[in-house]
């Protein structure tokens, strides 16, 4: 393997605010490996709405500023603490920093050495927006694959051709359940009902409450997956139906406004506000998860659908477009 150098580019985050406040930089140290951790080169690097938050202030930087944000990437190893992993293994992983050429990781954290049909830049896209999906639909919601289509529980995803939306809807359908989706305009429609959704509303131009209520006939939807936030959570406890499930996972269009609970008691309605990372603390919740992921790609059950890949110094671009809603699937970065 080449030397590892002293210094690296990166986006570094100085103050909270829009995307003029990434800047691209090639003078940042290279992080040192500690005990149980590996060095990665990265190729691809996920842009995510947690790096957004983060960059705007939503979500408060544990460790101040300036920052290097970023929460999914794969690559090379190029360096390595861990008896796990040895340089020149291609990986994918969780960590932060990853908006840089080099990321000290967990080997706890990682998923390889990838095997030779999984493409380094498929599995930066697959993983942070992969097992949020999955966990969701399986831990959150609680939901079991039928053995036959459609016998599973009514099901509505917004956002549902976006990355994350995506890969709701396609894991849902292996799932066997009954599926709504909503997306901006007839193509991002079309998009959501080749994933596998059996009805698609247009929410630019259709009512959404009403026509999921022409669709369940009167009944709602058992669970209800919302990445958009404060724009949809007040229709969300509408389309609900008794003894449903509202699943808030996002602030795509800000944060939902704090909930009376006694709104709840009308329907007996549960609403849940997971975060992927509470899903995957011990090794075997990481383990089962990843291992049921990857195996859901390579039998091609789930498809990983890529908009753009940036180069890195175009990352504030790549933010805009995901703010936008100009996307479909799943946005990266490359070096």
């Not at 990665?40 to 101040?64: A, H, M, Q």
């Not at 097992?131 to 509505?156: D, F």
């Not at 998009?191 to 006939?217: C, F, L, M, P, Y």
Request: glycine letters at 10%.
């Amino acid at each position: 393997m080449a030397q590892v150098p002293k210094t690296m580019s990166g986006i570094v985050v100085e103050k909270p605010g829009g995307v003029d406040v990434l800047k691209y930089k090639t003078d940042l140290p290279v992080p040192e490996i500690k005990e149980g951790e590996v060095l990665v080169k990265n190729e691809y690097i996920g842009v995510n709405f947690i790096d957004t938050y983060f960059r705007t202030g939503l979500y408060p930087s544990s460790s101040g500023y300036p920052l290097i944000t970023g929460k999914e990437a794969s690559g090379t190893v190029v360096s390595s603490n861990s008896p796990r992993f040895s340089p020149g293994d291609r990986v994918a992983y969780l960590s932060d920093a990853t908006y840089a050429e080099y990321t000290s990781v967990s080997a706890s954290r990682c998923v390889g050495p990838l095997p030779a049909n999984i493409s380094s830049e498929t599995a930066a896209a697959a993983l942070l927006q992969g097992l949020t999906a999955l966990t969701l639909v399986r831990e959150a919601a609680g939901i079991e694959q039928k053995l036959g289509i459609s016998e599973g529980p009514w099901t509505l995803v917004h956002a549902a051709a976006g990355g994350t939306g995506s890969l709701l809807v396609q894991i849902l359908s292996v799932m066997g359940a009954k599926i709504i989706a909503t997306a901006g305009g007839k193509e991002k429609c079309e998009q959501a009902h080749h994933h596998g959704a059996q009805w698609t509303i247009d929410n630019k131009s259709e009512d959404v409450v009403e026509r999921v209520r022409e669709i369940t006939h009167g009944r709602g939807v058992d669970v209800i997956f919302d990445g958009v936030g404060k724009a949809t959570f007040d229709a969300d406890m509408e389309m609900v139906a008794r003894k449903g499930m509202v699943i808030s996972f996002g602030n795509a269009s800000g944060k939902v406004d704090p909930l009376d609970i006694l709104r709840l008691g009308a329907k007996n309605v549960k609403v849940m506000r997971p975060v992927l990372f509470g899903y995957i603390v011990t090794p075997e919740e990481w383990e089962r998860w990843t291992t049921e992921l990857f195996e859901l790609i390579k039998h091609e059950k789930v498809k990983i659908k890529v908009h753009e890949v940036y180069p890195l110094q175009e990352v504030g671009r790549a933010h805009a477009d995901l703010e936008g809603r100009k996307t479909t699937g799943k946005l990266l970065l490359k070096l």
